[in-house]
């Protein structure tokens, strides 16, 4: 196979990159381990900001992200039995809306399928070939096993926290670490919303996140072990423990279908450039989920590199390659700064002294006393503008 770019992984990274490419008449194969109802089914994230929500609309990449999507103006931070309300609209004039990644994938899918982009589920990438070099190639597996080599001008790994093509050009642990002595448990129900907007509720049982999904389905997360069993608690376990985690605000419960439990970690790869071959999204980096910077992150990555890609393969010109690391690295440290920032804030440490706690508390009441820090806060939940100055 001989494509311009080599896109690994059909998640929003690689699949908005794919779009983006096209409207420029650059073409590219995009591969994916998965099957397609594999990849429209995975439950991910749920919240878009406003610069991302614009892009899917103005580039046709979704025209479901208004009509079916939510706006949200604001949140609810909670502790010590009061809410408190985060006014984005008011404080920035911006918001974000609720519309779940699998929703935003499967209108990527149905564009790029619709324009005959080439995408081939089930193959699995192996390894990069000659990432330096004019000409890297992606050696896969295709659905029987059968060894297919794509040959390519650039390669781009949009494959997610384990990402093959990071581990081919520079090795599983070359980036910034750290590790969170905490997870989520994460559940769907069938219930109305119990509030208007997402409750992100800290307390002494530990935090919990009240978000949603439609009318109907509702979205909600308990920190938890990382190594709980999701089977290991009863419905009414789970309820008695949210309920009690949002004290003084009634859920409204339901029958619970599914459960999963989320790892936590912060990463940023070394290099995000090797040669001809660059990483995005979750290969690149990756966030703990609160704040729900990931998936915007990723987009922001793709902005940035769709236009290092068209200047390098259309005019040639590889300066804009050269300044992608830099650009995009200031978005992504801020992101981890403010994904770090609402972990450490709202969840309960396992070994947290009375003195940690108190001071949790005291950066709780300081926040929402400050019309300053409300501010910053809704700034970087709602997002800073996309970039495409290289
Ligand atoms: C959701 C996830 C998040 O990490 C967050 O901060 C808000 C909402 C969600 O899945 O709905």
């Known amino acids: 196979v001989r494509t311009r770019v080599a896109i690994v992984g059909a998640g929003p990274a690689g699949l908005m990159l794919a779009h983006l490419l096209a409207s420029d008449g650059i073409e590219s194969v995009v591969i994916d381990r998965r099957s397609r109802s594999e990849i429209e089914r995975t439950i991910r994230a749920g ?28 949140i609810e931070l909670r502790f010590a039995g009061e809410g408190h309300r985060i006014d984005f609209a008011g404080l920035t004039g911006r918001g974000v809306w609720l519309y779940p990644q699998h929703e935003v994938l499967k209108d990527l899918l149905e564009v790029r399928l619709a324009a005959g982009q080439e995408i081939r589920f089930g193959m699995t990438a192996l390894r990069v070939e000659d990432p330096d070099s004019a000409q890297p190639r992606v050696i896969a597996s295709d659905p029987e096993g059968r060894p297919v080599t794509i040959e390519a001008d650039f390669v781009v790994g949009a494959d997610g926290s384990h990402s093959v093509v990071r581990q081919s050009v520079s ?30 509720s800290n307390s002494p049982h530990g935090f919990a996140l009240v978000s949603q999904r439609s009318a109907s389905v509702q979205r909600m997360y308990l920190q938890c072990d990382p190594e709980l069993d999701p089977e ?48 995005i999204g979750d290969a690149a980096h990756t966030v703990p989920p609160t704040g729900a910077k990931g998936m915007n992150l990723a987009i922001a990555d793709v902005v940035l590199l769709h236009r290092a890609l068209a200047a390098l393969l259309r005019a040639n010109d590889a300066r804009p390659l050269e300044s992608f690391t830099t650009v995009a690295l200031e978005r992504i440290w801020k992101a981890q700064h403010f994904s770090w920032w609402m972990t450490s804030m709202l969840h309960t440490a396992p070994d947290a002294s009375d003195f940690d706690r108190r001071r949790q508390e005291g950066e709780l009441r300081a926040v929402v006393g400050s019309e300053s820090a409300r501010r910053f806060l809704a700034e970087c939940y709602t997002g800073w503008p996309f970039t495409t100055e290289l």
Do not use: K, N
Not at 171 to 200: N, Q, T, V
Not at 239 to 250: A, K
């Open 232 to 279: 290991s608690m009863s419905e009414r376990e789970i309820w008695d423990q949210l309920q009690l985690r949002v004290d003084g605000h009634t859920l409204a419960e339901g029958p619970i279908f599914q459960r999963d439990v989320l790892r936590f970690r912060s990463f940023v790869a070394h290099e995000l450039v090797t040669g001809r071959t660059a990483l």
């Open 47 to 74: 919240i878009l900001e406003q610069a991302t929500v614009e892009l899917l609309e103005t580039t046709g990449a979704s025209s479901r992200v208004r009509t079916v999507g939510t706006r949200h103006d604001g």
């Open 171 to 200: 090795g599983s642990h070359a980036g910034y670490f750290r590790e969170y002595p905490f997870a989520w448990f994460g559940i769907l129900c069938e219930a109305p919303p119990s509030s208007d907007e997402l409750i992100y």
